[in-house]
């Protein structure tokens, strides 16, 4: 079993909190597992996914959910914190599809309900650091993106995935401004997504991904700031040149393609060395590679990490 290290005694949820939740999820067959997660009434129908435990995050004290819904950055719906709350309610989910593209050897789109199929859900606790200085800690239901990716086979030449958001602004009416060049992008390094850590999400708690945190389906990569797990997947092409990220694009000086969280490195407008939990009163300090430095930090052997920050 791939764990984590024990994080901080500050982190460690009360037994109590942690049985209550535990049971919530041991509870779930097959089928009320679909419905908790929303899915349309074809699919619930499918006694087909199950969503296994894992030790991932046990220790951690999950953000309430409202708060999670609440506090959000998706600009594609305005750059208010409240604003996706209020506007994504207006996004079309169902159909949606996941195209897998570029330098792989069998090209696929994927509808949503056939990945869930297709591949093993998971929950898995996760810390969420924003680059804006603000955290959380996030309960996800998903899977990993090694095994979509192993799905198409990336060919030889493949080094970078890209991510690319819905592009639609009749839904989206935040991609009617020019903060951004629309639509939203992400990159990672092949082997950053083949990482175990790293994951599609289409749950939280347990139910459907909220809306206004990226539904239907998401990408979380644990140990970067928050603007790397791009949200609304459509398209994901594997290619040979790095790509530049839509926030890089526009402020190189503050987003750099790598993201990693780390508390050494400055920032012209967050300080960076300590953190905000949402819900929680004072600061913590950050942790390097947000906590997951056991984990991740091999990946990154001989890099400059504030020159590729």
């Known amino acids: ?71 959000s950055n998706f600009y594609e719906f305005g750059t208010a914190k409240e604003d996706p709350r209020q506007h994504a309610h207006q996004l079309q989910t169902d159909p949606w599809s996941v195209s897998v593209e570029g330098l792989v050897d069998t090209p696929k789109t994927f509808a949503v309900e056939d990945l869930l199929s297709r591949f093993q859900l998971q929950e898995r606790v996760y810390r969420l650091r924003c680059v804006e200085a603000w955290s959380m800690v996030i309960p996800w239901i998903g899977f990993e993106l090694r095994e979509l990716l192993k799905a198409v086979q990336p060919s030889a030449e493949a080094r970078f995935v890209v991510f690319e958001t819905l592009h639609d602004p009749e839904q989206m009416p935040g991609q009617n401004n020019d903060l951004l060049d629309w ?50 997947v459509v398209r994901i092409r594997l290619q040979k040149e790095q790509p530049t990220s839509s926030w890089q694009a526009i402020r190189p000086e503050e987003y750099g393609f790598y993201a ?9 407008r967050w300080h960076q060395a300590t953190e905000r939990r949402v819900g929680e009163s004072g600061r913590r300090k950050t942790l390097m590679f947000n906590g997951y430095e056991s984990e991740v930090a091999e990946l990154y052997k001989g890099m400059d990490l504030e020159k590729h920050f």
Do not use: C
């Open 1 to 71: 079993m791939y764990r984590y290290p024990r994080p901080p005694s500050s982190e460690i949820t009360p037994r109590p909190i942690f049985e209550q939740r535990r049971s919530l999820m041991k509870g779930l067959t097959a089928a009320t597992a679909l419905g908790g997660l929303g899915l349309s009434p074809a699919l619930a129908s499918r006694e087909i996914i199950n969503i296994i435990e894992t030790d991932y995050g046990d220790a951690l004290t999950p953000t309430p959910l409202e708060a999670i819904r609440g506090y």
């Open 260 to 268: 990693n969280v780390n508390p050494d490195v400055k920032h012209p």
């Open 183 to 232: 639509p939203y992008r992400e990159g990672l390094r092949l082997d950053e997504a083949m990482h175990p850590l790293t994951i599609m999400a289409v749950g939280l708690y347990d139910q459907t991904l909220p809306k206004e945190n990226g539904a239907p389906i998401r990408l979380v990569v644990p140990w970067k700031y928050g603007f790397k797990s791009i949200k609304s």
